[in-house]
């Protein structure tokens, strides 16, 4: 826990504090909630969870997914990536109690990113107004550099769309394009990632930028830099696995939208 947020806080038991703090709250779900909260005059978030019970467990254990069962995935994830130089938010604590996967509670703060927009909002606006395409070049040769990243360090997102990477704006002022990836309580570590997790990350961020106005070069552009090597090669060598991530992303996009992509 960082001197931070021990001196933030009144003494005495901290993880029971950190638990049952009250802030606003972003996200409010089955066994987490997710609040941002003002400690000493800096912005935190805190994400809370109180256990997911055997129910969650047996469900993902049927479905063959590893449940999450607590605030560790995140924590370790944000130091995996500070170790490999992928942005995210700043891990500050982390607490845990309890041995049974099923009652277990824990908590994870980060410090607040502060003035952000996420390139969900940003490709939205792209539908109107669209940018220029150096703007838009470097964007997607950042995105491609984070996932490139993610993926050849042997982790896959598991949430991988648009909306969890995000725009540093002040940095933006200055010329500097610098991208977060957040939202980080479901990545998967290990050392080499499966072909299948690749592919599903891959059609996740494809499903999620189909209606931002990209066009094929953009597309190209992207597999080119995540790839790194020539778009023939990709081709001969990777048609199968582009197959499986374009009809996987048809489906999501079918599956939350209720009609097919132009």
């Known amino acids: 826990m960082a001197p931070e947020i021990k001196t933030a806080l009144p003494e005495g038991d901290t993880f029971s504090k950190l638990m049952a703090m009250d802030g606003e709250v972003f996200r409010d779900m089955p066994g987490r909630k997710t ?19 055997w129910g969650e467990i047996f469900k993902n254990l049927t479905t063959f997914r590893l449940p999450i069962i607590g605030a560790g995935t995140e924590w370790q994830a944000i130091q995996t990536f500070d170790s490999i130089g992928i942005p995210t938010t700043q891990g500050v604590a982390y607490g845990e109690r309890g041995f049974n996967p099923a009652t277990q509670k824990s ?6 990113l502060g003035d952000i927009t996420s390139l969900e909002d940003i490709g939205f606006e792209w539908k109107k107004n669209p940018p220029p395409e150096s703007f838009k070049r470097k ?22 769309y648009i909306c969890h990477f995000c725009l540093d704006n002040p940095k933006l002022n200055h010329g500097e394009i610098y991208l977060y990836l957040i939202d980080l309580h479901r990545v998967g570590i290990r050392d080499t990632i499966k072909p299948k997790d690749r592919m599903k990350d891959i059609a ?24 790194q090597k020539p778009l023939r090669d990709i ?19 079918v599956k939350f939208h209720a009609k097919t992509p132009k």
């Not at 908590?107 to 607040?112: I, K, N, Q």
């Not at 997607?140 to 991988?160: P, T």
């Open 235 to 253: 081709f001969d060598d990777e048609k199968s696995f582009w197959h499986k991530v374009r009809a996987r992303a048809d489906k999501l996009y």
């Open 204 to 227: 996740a961020l494809y499903f999620s930028a189909m209606d931002i106005g990209l066009n094929t070069r953009d597309y190209l552009r992207f597999l080119r830099a995540y790839r």
């Open 139 to 160: 964007l997607i040769l950042e995105v491609a550099k984070i996932a490139r990243a993610l993926h050849d360090n042997g982790m896959n997102h598991r949430d991988f």
């Open 107 to 112: 908590f994870v703060v980060t410090r607040d």
């Open 35 to 53: 609040i941002k909260v003002d400690l000493a005059g800096q912005s935190y978030f805190i994400k809370q969870h109180f256990g997911v019970g």
